[in-house]
């Protein structure tokens, strides 16, 4: 049974109302199939004046639960001014009621308004002839008087007194009037219930809390600006991005925010936000494949509160960005962030306090990492970690790199070990980056049986190494069958080391360096030499690059090294920087060494040439080809002339009537009877002299 007090209607008006049925659960009852009657009663006489249903159309089931009926103004009209019942009892008698269960009775100036269930009270067949201490009511739809018990009334069968006639609305409480809610700004108690609108009512109706849930709760709208726009519930919206905190985090610099963290990143969702604040977690920390975990920029950082162990790792397709990570601890081991995950990214970071910092580190040669990407970034170490790596890169597959500073101390202390290792693998790019205060700042040695190949270093910086044997680049493979090959870099920039510039040297069984192009860079302030090139090491080419303050060389080459090229280069007192102990120097068994159009002025030596290879070239360097007149002493004719490693004129002057004729390869160059005759060499080039009198042959050396 369902109890409504209806307000005022106008009879000058059609008139349209809604009833919402719900089950003790407050669920929508389903109405479909169901037949309804609604009628409009004069009061007291039980006369019929509007009647609407469903057989009539007059009521309407619109949803789930919603029940409509509708009279037109011209229903209305046939009403008069005054009360009209259903169901419901104002009778201004008795004056006293108690109230009951499933009775709601109030005092309303005097008036009593009860509204009744009819079924509960039992019904009698005619009314009484005399009056009692019982009341009657009437139910339109079976045209039957109820009959309310007499323990329901007051008066003289309860002594009850009557409620107060001063305008306040009353109630009945135990067995007296209490104080009902006043309709101005009432002040309930308990928990009280009202209807639930319609979803979607705009007006001045209660909004309950099931109404409130629909609508913001899980059920609101949000429609964005601009054509085509879908209209989304509100929680829709606010889930679009997911926050750590949603989970539990605190950044506070100090509780322990693993298992929220951990919860966060699991949880199934693609886009994981950090907002600013410092968020302390035990290492151990895994990005699942596809997700991006995003801070909120300058003031947001996951702090690592272990001295080992790798804090967070990052698998396929996910990415680390916008954050700082740190530590409130010094670290001993473990590395800060790896990306184990093909196209996998870290970026827009900065890195504090790190041991082993970034390592980019497929399974295996085979089972290379493919794509990664680590950019804008920078990376600070504490003096306290003598031994890390800034960024280790080990079977990797086209990494790229990009504007990333690495500084590996700044004052005192011992230097962390490397800034970047570079192991086996294929194809890196690195552009941009520093690497500075580092032992060995750029390192390769990669392991047995494994290449490291084609590694491109694009405007970088190596600077710094504190140990007088090690080097700024250091390219040293010594594990069996370790090869690096196909390097390039350019406008590159390696100084300010105790030891080497580059260092480029092989040991071991079957190691090689080949094909490493240094072009556009320099390479100054060392305690040693700019570059070194060594054993094991062929096809180098260095050009285009300056040389200063190398205290032993510019550029040496040592060992059995071969097929190197040394172009178009400056070694002298750039800038004021300092001479070079000597500009170049060649030794041991060096072959098919070329030294060509280098500026070789100012250096403590220009050029130092000792070694044994037959086949180096050395010609067109200025400050050092000085010229130089040499009488040669012939042999017997034929006499075999042969140049040495630098161009020269030969001038040949018989004498007395005698001639002379000049071959080459089995060809006649040139001959005669008393005439002067001239050839230019190039560097070992030979020609034969075929004489039949005296005569002078001079040798200028260029």
């Not at 539990?248 to 969702?269: E, I, K, Q, R, Y």
Request: proline share 5%; aromatic share 8%.
């Amino acid at each position: 049974m369902y109890h409504i007090l209806f307000p005022p209607q106008s009879n000058r008006t059609s008139w349209e109302y809604y009833v919402k049925a719900t089950d003790p659960d407050d669920n929508p009852i389903d109405l479909t199939g169901c037949s309804a009657v609604f009628a409009v009663n004069e009061k007291n006489r039980g006369h019929q004046r509007l009647v609407a249903s469903t057989a009539n159309g007059k009521i309407t089931f619109p949803d789930i639960g919603i029940i409509r009926w509708f009279f037109a103004e011209g229903d209305m009209r046939g009403l008069c001014a005054g009360t009209y019942e259903k169901l419901r009892a104002m009778p201004s008698y008795p004056s006293n009621i108690i109230g009951g269960d499933g009775i709601t009775a109030t005092k309303e100036n005097g008036h009593v308004v009860i509204d009744l269930a009819h079924g509960e009270f039992a019904t009698i067949s005619s009314i009484p002839i005399s009056p009692t201490n019982t009341m009657l009511t009437y139910d339109t739809e079976t045209r039957v008087y109820a009959n309310i018990p007499s323990s329901l009334l007051g008066g003289a069968v309860a002594g009850i007194s009557d409620a107060p006639v001063d305008g306040t609305l009353y109630g009945r409480q135990s067995a007296g009037w209490v104080h009902a809610a006043p309709l101005a700004s009432p002040s309930f108690t308990g928990n009280p219930t009202a209807p639930t609108p319609t979803a979607g009512d705009n007006d001045t109706s209660i909004a309950t809390t099931a109404f409130v849930t629909a609508a913001v709760g899980g059920g609101g709208n949000f429609i964005q600006s601009g054509t085509g726009a879908v209209t989304r519930t509100m929680q829709d919206k606010a889930r679009e991005v997911v926050s750590v905190t949603d989970f539990g985090a605190v950044g506070d610099d100090s509780f322990d925010n693993f298992a929220a963290l951990t919860a966060a990143f699991s949880s199934g969702h693609r886009h994981i936000f950090i907002p600013p604040g410092r968020f302390v977690s035990a290492p151990g920390l895994v990005i699942p494949d596809f997700v991006w975990v995003e801070g909120g920029g300058p003031g947001c950082a996951l702090i690592c509160n272990a001295a080992t162990g790798d804090f967070v790792t990052v698998n396929n397709d996910s990415k680390l960005t916008n954050l700082a990570i740190t530590h409130n601890v010094t670290r001993t081991g473990g590395t800060t962030v790896k990306l184990i995950g093909n196209n996998s990214e870290l970026s827009n970071f900065e890195m504090i306090g790190c041991y082993n910092g970034i390592s980019l580190i497929g399974a295996s040669p085979a089972a290379s990492l493919t794509g990664v990407r680590v950019y804008n970034g920078s990376m600070r170490s504490p003096s306290l970690s003598p031994n890390g790596i800034a960024l280790a890169i080990i079977n990797y597959s086209s990494p790229f790199i990009d504007n990333v500073l690495s500084i590996g101390l700044s004052g005192g202390g011992s230097q962390p070990t490397i800034g970047i290792f570079v192991g086996a693998g294929d194809t890196c790019i690195i552009s941009n980056c520093h690497f500075v205060s580092f032992s060995i700042p750029l390192y390769s040695s990669p392991e047995a049986n494994t290449t490291s190949f084609a590694a491109q270093f694009t405007n970088c910086l190596f600077d710094s190494s504190e140990d007088a044997s090690n080097a700024c680049v250091r390219l040293t493979p010594s594990a069996n069958n370790s090869h690096i090959k196909n390097w390039t870099f350019t406008n590159c920039w390696a100084g300010t080391s105790a030891g080497f510039g580059v260092k480029m040297e092989c040991s071991g069984t079957g190691t090689t360096i080949d094909g490493i192009q240094w072009c556009d860079g320099r390479i100054i302030n060392l305690g040693h030499i700019g570059i070194l090139i060594g054993n094991g090491v062929s096809d180098v080419f260095v050009s285009n690059t300056q040389f200063a303050a190398c205290v032993d060389a510019a550029f040496h080459v040592i060992g059995n090294a071969k097929r190197i090229q040394f172009c178009n280069n400056i070694c002298a007192n750039i800038g004021g920087i300092g001479v070079n102990g000597a500009g170049v120097k060649l030794q041991d068994t060096a072959n098919y060494v070329m030294v060509a159009d280098n500026i070789l002025f100012g250096n403590t030596v220009a050029l130092t040439n000792t070694s044994t290879g037959a086949n180096n070239i050395i010609r067109d360097n200025p400050g050092y080809n000085p010229v130089s007149v040499t009488t040669i002493t012939l042999t017997a004719s034929p006499h075999t002339l042969t140049n040495g490693p630098q161009p020269a004129t030969i001038y040949v002057s018989p004498s007395g009537g005698g001639g002379a004729t000049l071959t080459q390869g089995g060809q006649t160059l040139i001959g005669g009877t008393d005439r002067q005759m001239t050839v230019h060499l190039g560097p070992n080039e030979a020609i034969g002299i075929f004489y039949t009198a005296p005569i002078v042959v001079t040798k200028v050396t260029h």
